[in-house]
Structure formats: C-alpha cells, structure tokens
C-alpha cells in the first residue's frame, strides 16, 4: 500500500494548505447519528451522490458517524481481507468488485475508496464513476485534516479505523521514515516518530485512535 499512495502524493497536495479550523464534535455527532437518524441518512444521500455544495461538517457527520452506526465493524472482515489479498495479486478487476461491496455496508472505508478508485481506473470504468471515489476519498482526508494538525494529543487527526493512518502517513504527508509508534493510554493517541518531510515538519505524528479502540473493549 505504502508505494501505491505514495504515488497518488500529487492529487492529495492540494489538500495540505488547509489548516485546523473548528473543533470536532464528536459527542454531537453521536447524538445525531443516535437520536436523528433521518437526518443523518439525509447526510449520508448527500455524500454518496457528490452533492458539490457537500459542507465539511456534513463529511465529518457521515465519517464519525458510522462508528455509531450498526453496520460499523471495529475489526477488519473477510471482504477487507479479500480486498488486501487481490491487491497483493494484482487482480484489479475483482479488487475492484470487493472494493464495492465494501462501500455498499461502510462508504467510509479508506483502503475500499482508494482501491476502488485505482482498480476502476485500471480497468477502464466510466472517468464520472473514478471520480466518485476520488471525490470521497479526498473529501474525508481534507475533513480530518482540517479539524487537525497532529501535532499535539490536543490537535491530533481524529480516524475511525487504523488502516486510515497510513492514508494519511504516506499518502498526505509523504512519510518515508518512521521510527518509533506508541500508544498514550491517556489521550488515545498514537504519537508516531517520524522523520518530518515538506509536507509535515514535525517530528511527531499525533493521530486519535480513540473511537476505534472504545469498540474493540467492548
């Protein structure tokens, strides 16, 4: 995976002037996805038809969200596995197939979008049907980058599953080294030692694991 999103470095660059904007709520996100789910499935139609007026809180809904939904796993399943194991073949054509039955149940799943997008591309799908998963794929790397700089455990990128730290790692920021991973227990933070790149001038990565590890302990 690392060479591959490192290859896409071009088309993510765009993304990295935007800088912390807002405070990301995730107690009200909760109660929305909890409490309001016409609004939320409301939300979600928006992001899957790439409605181009989409507002980055109604990403950070639909991404954050899904981890109160009843379709979040907090473990990979076997079409992940699948998914990961086309890639290592190369079979882009049935990559591609598994890719979208991920999105059918999570439209969220980083590794599917950015597979679905490569595999489509390779195989030759419509330009309008790459371009979807490109949307949403970038779409949610701008939305975490924006309500974080991780550079601290009080800035840290917010993600949902561990497999989205190396969208971020390698494809946002180019990473090529990294020296050292641990685990605050107090923050819920992965400080992630790097050796910093243009793209991010810091020795430490701070990215929120929190979301993801309250499922695994239940």
């Not at 807002?22 to 909760?30: E, Q, V």
């Not at 699948?82 to 439209?107: M, S, V």
């Not at 700089?149 to 190396?166: A, E, H, L, M, N």
């Amino acid at each position: 995976m690392r060479r591959i999103l490192c290859a896409s470095v071009i088309l993510l660059s765009v993304l990295l002037s935007v800088h912390a904007q807002s405070k990301l709520d995730l107690k009200l996100i909760k109660e929305t996805v909890e409490n309001e789910s016409g609004y939320y499935n409301d939300i979600l139609n928006i992001y899957l038809t790439d409605d181009p007026l989409i507002r980055l809180d109604d990403i950070a809904l639909v991404y954050y969200g899904q981890v109160f939904t009843s379709n979040y796993k907090s473990s990979s399943d076997n079409n992940e596995t699948e998914l990961k194991n086309h890639i290592a073949t190369g079979d882009n054509r049935k990559a591609y197939e598994t890719a979208k039955k991920i999105l059918e149940y999570n439209p969220v799943n980083l590794n599917a979008l950015f597979y679905a997008w490569r595999s489509s591309d390779a195989i030759g799908c419509p330009q309008s049907e790459v371009s979807s998963y490109v949307n949403k794929y970038l779409s949610i790397l701008n939305m975490i980058t924006t309500y974080g700089d991780g550079k601290s455990s009080r800035t840290p990128f917010y993600v949902i599953c561990p497999d989205d730290q190396d969208h971020l790692l390698y494809g946002m920021f180019d990473i090529e080294t990294i020296k050292n991973r641990t685990l605050d227990t107090e923050t819920l933070c992965n400080i992630i030692t790097v050796v910093p790149t243009q793209k991010f001038q810091s020795s430490r990565m701070y990215i929120n694991v929190g979301l993801y590890l309250s499922h695994t302990s239940k």
